[in-house]
């Protein structure tokens, strides 16, 4: 692999340069007061631009925010990120009301050496997620107009074919960031030689968003965990009635078929907390995974399922985790999330958090970031490494 890295562009000098830092800002905002309810993808990409700052680099940061449909649409405004960011690098972003118009223009040509600027939301610009590469290619155009230098550091991106991603570092000199640097090689641990034990805990709602990363671990991992909205569609291959849980009825026979290939890698829930409806205060009692009532539906996995994947997670050298067990924003079903992330934290193991939903888990449950071994900041482009997928954003890297 050869990819450019910070150190590589710091050692050339970026005083005066401006430098184009692609970051993945995309932070979760409250619904009802907009404000950011976990910060820790700013915080990722501090190190590079603090260094970019350092430098007296003209730092200019791109991001995007939720999906806006190729428009400004006001709801996914940076805005509020440019004051977080400022807050965290304590000194202030100039952020620009457009992502390549006359305001980002003017906003970057205002810079002094050592300044930072925040486009506006990417995905306000059609080009950017665009299909047909004249449509992307232009965006990226007038993108790459506004740096002397690309660095990427939105890890969490680097698995979509976008233009800021995937484009621009045609066009620029381009390195990798800090924080895409340390995300690769974390996971290259995972897929490289493993220290085993090899424990991996999959949860989330749906098989059929997992089955591409299921399919790539099983025949390397030594055990595969198995809880969340997406442990039912299991509990059904195995011929137990699940209520009204979540269900993927297309998928049973794949996860049937998952199951008889790797006999006793996988271990599912033996006990689940079961309510009545898919509320907080919602009544509901832990009941043995073959005896889901009929009229209720699984929201968390139960304290057996959690006594077992800890002893599990006891003997294992090296650990990744991907999604939560349970409805773990609603306190009554967050036992087993915790319970398991508490398991991972006492091993004695290489851990890796993977998944914007439960690196926000860890945070939101208070628990210890630094008992980890790696959070990463992506989501699908973890899973998509692990799969061993070329990523757009990467491969961009190494040309
Ligand atoms: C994420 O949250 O997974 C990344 O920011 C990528 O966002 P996307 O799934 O909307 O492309
Ligand atoms: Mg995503």
């Known amino acids: 692999m050869t990819i450019r890295n910070l150190d590589d562009l710091l050692g050339e000098g970026v005083s005066g340069r401006r430098v184009l830092v692609r970051a993945d800002l995309n932070v979760p905002l409250d619904k009802q007061t907009g404000e950011i309810t976990d910060d820790g993808r700013i915080r990722a990409v501090l190190p590079t631009l603090s260094a970019l700052v350092q430098a007296g680099a003209k730092v200019v940061v791109c991001s995007h925010l939720g999906r806006p449909k190729g428009a400004p649409d006001p709801q996914f405004s940076l805005r509020p990120v440019a004051g977080r960011l400022g807050e965290l690098l304590g000194a202030p972003v100039h952020f620009a009301e457009d992502t390549v118009g006359d305001s980002a223009r003017s906003?970057?040509?205002?810079?002094?050496?050592?300044?930072?600027?925040?486009?506006?939301?990417?995905?306000?610009?059609?080009?950017?997620?665009?299909?047909?590469?004249?449509?992307?290619?232009?965006?990226a155009d007038q993108l790459a107009a506004l740096g002397d230098v690309y660095v990427?550091?939105?890890?969490?991106?680097?698995?979509?074919?976008?233009?800021?991603?995937h484009d621009v570092p045609a066009r620029l000199p381009h390195v990798a960031g800090r924080l895409v640097l340390r995300e690769v090689e974390v996971l290259s641990r995972l897929t490289g030689d493993?220290?085993?034990?090899?424990?991996?805990?999959?949860?989330?709602?749906?098989?059929?968003?997992?089955?591409?990363?299921?399919?790539?671990?099983?025949?390397?991992?030594?055990?595969?965990?198995?809880?969340?909205?997406?442990?039912?569609?299991?509990?059904?291959?195995?011929?137990?009635?699940v209520g009204t849980s979540l269900l993927e009825a297309e998928m049973v026979d794949t996860c049937r078929n998952l199951m008889e290939r790797a006999p006793g890698k996988i271990m599912l829930p033996v006990d689940v907390v079961a309510a009545d409806a898919f509320a907080p205060d919602a009544a509901h009692d832990t009941v043995p995974a073959d005896g889901i009532p009929s009229h209720r539906l699984g929201l968390d996995i139960g304290p057996e399922t959690v006594a077992g994947?800890?002893?599990?997670?006891?003997?294992?050298?090296?650990?990744?985790?991907?999604?939560?067990?349970?409805?773990?924003?609603?306190?009554?079903?967050?036992?087993g999330t915790r319970g398991v992330a508490e398991a991972i934290t006492?091993?004695?193991a290489f851990s890796v958090v993977g998944g914007g939903d439960s690196a926000a888990a860890v945070r939101a449950l208070g628990l210890d970031e630094s008992s980890f071994g790696h959070i990463s900041t992506g989501g699908g482009a973890s899973l998509e490494y692990l799969e061993g997928?070329?990523?757009?954003?990467i491969a961009a890297l190494e040309n």
Request: aromatic letters at 8%; one cysteine or more; hydrophobic letters at 45%.
């Open 389 to 393: 997928k070329t990523l757009p954003g």
């Open 152 to 165: 990427d550091d939105a890890f969490g991106a680097v698995h979509r074919k976008h233009a800021s991603v």
């Open 194 to 241: 493993p220290e085993r034990p090899y424990v991996v805990v999959l949860g989330g709602s749906k098989v059929s968003d997992k089955l591409a990363v299921i399919e790539a671990l099983l025949p390397t991992v030594d055990r595969l965990l198995i809880g969340g909205g997406m442990c039912f569609t299991f509990l059904k291959a195995q011929g137990h009635e």
């Open 309 to 335: 994947f800890a002893a599990a997670l006891s003997q294992a050298k090296t650990i990744f985790w991907n999604g939560p067990m349970g409805v773990f924003e609603m306190a009554a079903f967050a036992n």
């Open 107 to 139: 906003t970057v040509a205002g810079l002094a050496d050592g300044q930072v600027a925040l486009l506006e939301n990417l995905r306000f610009n059609s080009g950017e997620t665009s299909k047909d590469d004249a449509e992307r290619g232009a965006f």
């Open 346 to 348: 006492k091993a004695d």
